[in-house]
């Protein structure tokens, strides 16, 4: 028998359930439907997140740093406290 285990590439917990695909996509800007890139290729940096799997706690986190949330976003203010203060979390 053979289990297959999906990790997140973000935090690398194991996703229960379904994992997570962020594709971008190119969208015309006058009529914001979908316009697919003139030769057919991807940039590296679209092939690459196309590629991973994340849980949906961090693809949430993804977006709202994506929309502008990292100036209200709870961990990232933990994260430099605990810097400025010398804390070092376990990784």
Do not use: H
């Not at 799997?53 to 986190?61: G, H, I, N, S």
């Amino acid at each position: 028998m053979r289990t297959v285990v999906i990790s997140c590439d973000r935090c690398g917990k194991e996703i229960k359930g379904y994992p997570v695909k962020i594709v971008p996509e190119y969208v015309d800007r006058e009529t914001g439907e979908l316009w697919p890139d003139s030769d057919g290729q991807f940039p590296e940096w679209a092939e690459k997140i196309m590629d991973k799997d994340f849980c949906e706690d961090c693809a949430r986190k993804i977006v709202r740093f994506a929309i502008g949330g990292l100036k209200e976003n709870p961990e990232f203010k933990k994260a430099v406290d605990e810097m400025v203060d010398g804390v070092t979390p376990p990784q």
